[in-house]
């Protein structure tokens, strides 16, 4: 197939691993290539900040490429969605990020030395599935997201993590749990789900997902699908922080959902309320203050292993059922 490819890098994520898997994810498609897989060009582009990163990915997406190869975490692509949703570019994903939540969502590689190179190989060989995206229209503007929005109790663990300067690493992610958890009050919640009345729903915290988990394979939201067109809501009533630290092994088994204090629900659009809120999602601040929260179905094409779109649905339902 004619054309070029574009292979977009961002270095700096998942701690440095996005600059190695950008040059073995390169190296593989050079490869391909000259074996004959592919007749593409390949232009290769890193970005050296946020603001850059988008930049290139809005420079790539009008160039029309056949694929835009995106080497980063859920955050690098977080931050390109809003220049390729609904552009028709399909999109190969290299994760090198920490938790890599849409590469398990969709079962692409993401773990081995192998990883990056199997990963680029979509963008020749992979068949292309449509996914929905998630849309947060707030008082801080519109952002688009493809894995968990998360609001309450982990928000605000996340915003915590990026305000400290110290420690470094996962320990200012532990740092920032246990100040949250010290501080931890109910928020008093207001939600509503297509188009419906918001009604009181104090708790601890709201997950709306696309895809089933967060923080690198939590299932806060075990039976999403990222193709289905609906948002799957997790909300989880007042917990004490004995109560909270009890429903953690839960949730890393995603049994979570079978507690009395936790109530889950399927929609279209999501709107939340809440004195201080704020949203999480992909790894990143996307929102503040009341929020709406709807899906976007396949607004976004995907390059991924051929034949896995059934079985990922199928792997879901029964995952979420087990």
């Known amino acids: ?9 961002n270095p700096s994520s998942g701690r440095g691993r996005g600059a190695e898997a950008g040059e073995r994810a390169v190296a593989r498609l050079r490869e391909l290539e000259s074996h004959g897989a592919h007749a593409a060009e390949l232009r290769v582009v890193s970005g ?14 009008a160039s029309r490429p056949r694929a835009l190869v995106i080497v980063g975490g859920d955050g690098t692509l977080s931050s390109v969605l809003d220049a390729v ?6 999109l190969a994903l290299v994760p090198a990020g920490t938790g890599n939540d849409l590469a398990r969502a969709l079962r692409l590689p ?10 680029a190989e979509l963008a020749v060989l992979g068949a292309p599935r449509a996914i929905d995206v998630g ?23 996340s915003e915590r993590t990026n305000r400290l300067r110290w ?34 729903a104090p708790g601890t915290l709201i997950a709306v997902g696309s895809t089933r988990s967060y923080g690198g ?59 201080g809120l704020i949203i999480y999602a992909d790894g990143e601040r996307v929102g503040a203050g009341r929020a709406t929260i709807r ?3 396949g607004a976004l094409t995907v390059l991924v292993p051929a034949g896995n779109g059934g079985a990922v649905a199928a792997a879901a339902g029964r995952e979420a059922s087990a």
Do not use: N, W
């Open 48 to 61: 050296a900040s946020v603001d850059d990163t988008r930049r290139l990915a809005a420079e790539a997406v």
């Open 167 to 200: 420690p470094r690493g996962r320990a200012r992610y532990y740092l920032a749990l246990l100040i949250e958890l010290a501080r931890l009050r109910p928020m008093r919640f207001e939600f509503g789900v297509d188009g419906g009345p918001l009604r009181s």
């Open 135 to 157: 849309e947060v229209e707030s008082a801080a503007g519109s952002r688009h997201f493809l894995t968990v929005a998360a609001l309450g109790f982990d928000a605000h663990v």
């Open 295 to 297: 899906v976007v179905p």
């Open 1 to 9: 197939m004619p054309g070029h490819i574009v292979v977009l890098v």
């Open 85 to 90: 949703v609904g552009s028709g570019v399909p």
């Open 217 to 275: 394979g939590m299932p806060v939201c075990p039976a999403a699908v990222p193709d289905d067109g609906l948002l799957d809501v997790t909300h989880v009533g007042p917990l004490g922080r004995v109560k909270l630290a009890r429903l953690f092994p839960l949730l890393l088994r995603g049994v979570h959902v079978d507690r009395p204090e936790v109530a889950t629900t399927q929609a279209t659009r999501v709107e939340v309320d809440a004195p």
């Open 110 to 119: 993401f773990e081995g030395h192998e990883a990056a190179a199997a990963a």
